[in-house]
């Protein structure tokens, strides 16, 4: 089973920028899809950006586009999620999920078959 933890998250003024970190163990992080997800308390899980397998397919948020980007290093079963010109409309906890399929980038949550514990970023105006 697929564990996924994330960090990196923390509090910044708008305009920051901050690079949350998403390590995969046990298993291979290159036979998944990742994606992060972002979410307000009592809220619905937001799709934020995604990435197939090799990196080359990716997927975002018209909210972030342009703001942020997603890269993975299989080597290091590792995916980052660069986050640039941060806004107080970004604050949430942010959410590293996998999915089975190596090239499904969806955006639904539920799609997704694995999950972390999150990381929060706050931003401050």
Known sequence: QVQLVESGGGSVQAGDSLRLSCIASGGALSSYAVAWFRQAPGAERDFVAG???SGTMRNYADSVEGRF???RDNAKNTVYLQMNNLNPEDADDYYCDGHRHPDAVGRAAGEYDYWGQGTPVTVSS
């Open 69 to 71: 980007s997603i890269s």
């Open 51 to 53: 990435a197939a397998w």
